[in-house]
Each structure stands twice: as structure tokens, then as C-alpha cells.
């Protein structure tokens, strides 16, 4: 695999050859000038040439990817594409994003994800769509059973290849590798690269690769503020009240664990927040809910995993609070590109105490310019042999007093919800 520099990049949608359906698509979506990884990415994925993209997250990369596919599959109708997304949440999203530009094409897309029923994209999927956006162990799941699915394939898109890696994903991708039949342009898009994903490149990339690395890829966008509060674990609770009181806009809240994630919404469900929450052992059905209703601004805040910390793009997402430390920190980078994206502004809160030195340091080159500030003055770092488990403290354990009236909703909306 030999790797190339990339051409120009091209400054206008309207200089870049796509196709004239899309320009009113973008319109209507109050998209008009492109953004770096578009200008670059587009022009050279049009030439039919393999691409590696690195960029921040945030950064239009799935626009970029979009633009060019469509394209090609109004120019020549036997085509057709796939692209590969790590979680069920981020696949939906592209799909949408799919179905936004393509309202004056008549191509056909299918979404081939786990949490809902197979067979009813088992039967779409014999239909031959034109586009398919699927999560890898899914589509491996549906090749098992019939081969020929991808046949006619020409486009491979590879997206968040990093974290494709970090899921355990590789074997599937190769197994997928292996149906494909006939030439294929590959399209790989990540926010970090190294030698595991150039591995990966080579099964899917046989000529030569344009490699594409848009600003400081690595490190979080100029948009974005940021505040790290050094507080003890018994304090963490009662300064979660007090920074949520103290934004608007939407908010994601991630903790470590699933078991956290619990505690911490059941805790500021108690309090009248309105939030709610997502990581991997809810029903599809409770997290496609959950993401509606945020993006809609029902939901005011979300707790999660790291499920969310990559692909969720919600405009109204203005502050992230690491409530706990990520275990990897390409994890932490990914998080706090929820907010602060397409050139808005945004604000994270990171939570440190002195059981996170580890995971600290791991973080600390993302944290330039940030403010500081020792809510505990004696505050100081305890060195563990391990990575210390996230602790809570129980919502009966916190020194503040249960609301009265709606003193604890936050500044936006009502009090909390049942779960459905």
C-alpha cells in the first residue's frame, strides 16, 4: 500500500462535480460552505482514488463520505455501496444523513444494525439497495446466510476505524472483506491512526492511498472550553447539582460503567432533572427513544456510557461532564467532541479526584488551556496499582436537602419522566 499526498483541496460544493440533485439537498439542510475534510476528501474520493481521512471529531467526515458516494451512484445505477459504522446509534445517524441528501435520487438504502428484527432486513436486503449502512457484526451476521448480499459493491466506507478496533471489530471486517468481489474503492475515516488500523487498510486498500490529516486531528476543536474540577468522591454528587444548575442547552453526562450510568440518572431523576439515559444493555427500542427525544429537546440531559461518546451528533449539546474518567483516552477526546461541533461553541466539565491519577495522565495532553479549579484545597493524587473502579456516592448519603416545588429542574423544562 503505497501512500500519496492529497490533491488541493476545492473550496465550494459547487466546484466539486457532485451531483446536481445534492445541491438543494445541502440547501435545504442549511449546509453551504464546505468544511476542511470535506474540501479535501470529496474532490479525491471523486476520482475514484482509496482514502485514509483523519480529522476531529465534529468535523463533517460523514458529509464528506456521503456527498461523494452519492455522486457516484447517480453517475453509473449498477453500483452500489456500503458503510460500515461501530454502533447501532451512529449507523442510524449516517442513515439519516443518507436519506436527507438523497430525497431527489432514486437510490435505495437499507440499515442492517442489531436490537431489531433480521428478517426484515434480510428481506431488504435481497432486494439488492443501493446504499447499505450497517454495523459490521450484523452485516457478518446476514453474509453467513447468503454470500451474494454485497454483490455489485464498489464503495467501502470504513467509518470510525479506531474505534471499529477498540470493539473488537477486525474479524468482521475481514470476514466481509472476503464477499467482496470485483474492484472496490475504499474510504477509511478515523480520528487517530496507527499501525492496527493501517493493518486494517491494507486488507481493504490494494493500490495506492491518499493519505488525508485535516489540522490537529488528535486533539479537541478551538470551539471548545473546558474546566477540570478537582473534588473528592464524596463530593461529586452535590457539584453534579450545582454544574447542571448552572447550564442550558442539552447536556451528556458520561460515567465510567453501566452500573454508574444507572445510579447517576436514578440520582438526578430524584432530584427533578429532566434526563434520562442510554449505555449497551437497554433495548434498541429505549435508546432510539432516548436519542429522539433529546434531539428533539424533550430530554434536557442524557447519561452514558461511552456507547455515545463517538458519532452523536445533537446541535443542542452544549456541555459534556466526564462525571468519570474514561479508561482509554482516545475515549475522553471522542466525548468531548459531542459538543462544540461544526464550528459551534461548547463547554466540557471533567471531574477529577485523587483515585484518577492514572487515568489523569493519560487525559491531560487533550486538557490544554483549561481552567483549573480545586474544589477540594487539599486536594492531591493517590497513586493505586490498578485503575480504580468508579465509586458513587448513594443519592441518601448527599448532604443537600430534597427539592421543594421545582427548585432542582434545571434551567429548562419540566421534571422527570417514567421510563419506558
Known amino acids: 500500500m503505497k501512500v500519496l499526498p492529497a490533491p488541493a483541496p476545492i473550496s465550494r460544493f459547487e466546484d466539486m462535480s457532485l451531483a446536481p440533485e445534492l445541491l438543494p439537498a445541502l440547501e435545504k439542510m442549511a449546509i453551504s460552505v464546505p468544511t476542511e475534510v470535506q474540501s479535501a476528501v470529496i474532490p479525491t474520493a471523486l476520482q475514484r482514488d482509496d482514502v485514509i481521512a483523519v480529522a476531529q471529531t465534529g468535523s ?36 439519516k444523513v443518507f436519506l436527507d441528501l438523497c430525497e431527489g435520487l432514486p437510490i435505495s438504502a437499507c440499515l442492517a444494525i442489531g436490537g431489531v428484527t433480521g428478517s426484515k432486513q434480510a428481506s431488504q436486503l435481497k432486494k439488492n439497495p443501493r446504499l447499505i449502512v450497517a454495523t459490521p457484526g450484523r452485516m457478518n451476521d446476514h453474509l453467513l446466510g447468503n454470500k451474494l448480499l454485497l454483490q455489485g459493491v464498489e464503495i467501502i466506507v470504513i467509518d470510525e476505524a479506531d474505534r471499529m478496533l477498540d470493539m473488537g471489530f477486525a474479524p468482521q471486517l475481514k470476514s466481509i472483506q472476503k464477499t467482496l468481489r470485483g474492484p472496490q474503492q475504499t ?5 487517530s491512526f496507527s499501525q492496527k488500523i493501517e493493518a486494517i487498510a491494507e486488507v481493504f486498500m490494494r493500490h495506492e492511498v491518499h493519505m488525508i490529516r485535516v489540522g490537529d486531528a488528535e486533539a479537541p476543536v478551538t470551539e471548545l472550553t473546558q474546566k477540570v474540577l478537582y473534588i473528592s468522591r464524596e463530593k461529586k454528587n452535590d457539584r453534579l447539582l450545582d454544574e447542571l444548575n448552572a447550564t ?20 438526578l431523576e430524584s432530584y427533578g432533572f429532566n434526563s434520562d439515559l442510554i449505555h449497551g444493555d437497554l433495548t434498541q427500542g429505549h435508546r432510539n427513544r432516548v436519542i429522539r427525544e433529546f434531539r428533539a429537546g ?37 466525548r468531548i467532541g459531542r459538543t462544540a461541533r461544526a464550528g459551534r461553541s461548547g463547554h466540557a466539565i471533567t471531574f477529577v479526584t485523587p483515585q484518577d491519577a492514572r487515568s489523569f495522565r493519560k487525559i491531560k495532553p487533550y486538557l490544554e488551556g483549561a481552567e483549573e479549579v480545586k474544589v477540594d484545597p487539599q486536594f492531591r493524587f493517590i497513586e493505586t496499582r490498578g485503575p480504580a473502579a468508579p465509586a458513587m456516592s448513594t443519592p441518601k448519603q448527599s448532604t443537600r436537602p430534597r427539592p421543594k416545588g421545582d427548585n432542582r429542574r434545571g434551567p429548562s423544562g419540566p421534571g422527570p419522566k417514567r421510563r419506558r
Do not use: W
Not at 61 to 83: C, G, N
Not at 187 to 191: E, K, N, R
Open 248 to 267: 442550558m442547552g442539552g447536556v451528556i453526562v458520561f460515567c465510567g460503567n453501566q452500573g454508574r450510568c444507572e445510579e447517576v440518572a436514578e440520582y
Open 60 to 95: 463533517g467526515k460523514t458529509l464528506a463520505y456521503a456527498l461523494s458516494i452519492l455522486t457516484k451512484l447517480a453517475a453509473k445505477p449498477q453500483a452500489r455501496a456500503l458503510v460500515m459504522a461501530p454502533s447501532r446509534e451512529m449507523a442510524q445517524q449516517i442513515h
Open 298 to 334: 424533550e430530554i434536557r440531559i442524557v447519561v452514558a456510557t461511552d456507547l455515545l461518546a463517538r458519532g452523536l451528533d445533537v446541535p443542542h449539546v452544549e456541555h459534556v461532564i466526564n462525571f468519570d474518567l474514561p479508561y482509554q483516552s482516545e475515549d475522553f477526546l471522542h
Open 187 to 191: 474510504l477509511m475515516f478515523s480520528a
